[in-house]
T-cell receptor
Framework: GQSLEQPSEVTAVEGAIVQINCTYQTSGFYGLSWYQQHDGGAPTFLSYNALDGLEETGRFSSFLSRSDSYGYLLLQELQMKDSASYFCAGYFNQAGTALIFGKGTTLSVSS | DAGVIQSPRHEVTEMGQEVTLRCKPISGHDYLFWYRQTMMRGLELLIYFNNNVPIDDSGMPEDRFSAKMPNASFSTLKIQPSEPRDSAVYFC?????????????FGDGTRLSIL
């Protein structure tokens, strides 16, 4: 079946740069999204990549390499409010329009 | 525009009781998704609808779970009878189209505790 793997936890300090990696099974894959979820809150959409390369949105960027079955979310100029869980989520042909979520990476930003 | 609205926000009930979770998607969105989130299993898709029609319910854990979408502005997820292992946060999400570049907009979730 389809699955995505990402680290369970990442820690960093304010002002730093952090990269959250995501690997996925190739079969039927056609796009990768990233969502942010603050503790107790709703997941919110950050970015989407269908093609190889980097997509930049302010302090956040997302990258995809289809040949490596790999993507990452890059967070720059970290702030305390960036402490949250980050989920990569894949679109696969077999799942139609449904997203398959990774287990999430908890980012803790300290001062 | 109002976001996805879920009710109730919290539900505590005893096992064996019927539980009904409600969702109002964003107006104009054609797709509605129900997810369940637990520490062990993460965020799992239960079922999704396109234009009020269930498309894929393969994620519904068992016959105790059922979902309906009687019109474009309302959906329910029902558990009958409920069991302690159903305790989780249940999210509803909607998207404008089924295209993969369309973000899914999540509601604030229903935190369900079955005693």
């Amino acid at each position: 079946g389809q699955s995505l793997e990402q680290p369970s936890e990442v820690t960093a300090v304010e002002g730093a740069i952090v990269q959250i990696n995501c690997t996925y099974q190739t079969s039927g894959f056609y796009g990768l999204s990233w969502y942010q979820q603050h503790d107790g809150g709703a997941p919110t959409f950050l970015s989407y990549n269908a093609l190889d390369g980097l997509e930049e949105t302010g302090r956040f960027s997302s990258f995809l390499s289809r040949s490596d079955s790999y993507g990452y979310l890059l967070l720059q100029e970290l702030q305390m409010k960036d402490s949250a869980s980050y989920f990569c989520a894949g679109y696969f042909n077999q799942a139609g329009t449904a997203l398959i979520f990774g287990k999430g990476t908890t980012l803790s930003v300290s001062s | 525009d109002a976001g996805v609205i879920q009710s109730p926000r919290h539900e505590v009930t005893e096992m064996g009781q019927e539980v009904t979770l409600r969702c109002k998607p964003i107006s104009g969105h054609d797709y509605l998704f129900w997810y369940r989130q637990t520490m062990m299993r993460g965020l799992e898709l239960l079922i999704y609808f396109n234009n009020n029609v269930p498309i894929d319910d393969s994620g519904m854990p068992e016959d105790r779970f059922s979902a309906k979408m009687p019109n474009a502005s309302f959906s329910t997820l029902k558990i009958q009878p409920s069991e302690p292992r159903d305790s989780a946060v249940y999210f509803c999400a909607s998207s404008h189209t089924g295209d993969s570049n369309q973000p899914q907009h999540f509601g604030d979730g229903t935190r369900l505790s079955i005693l």
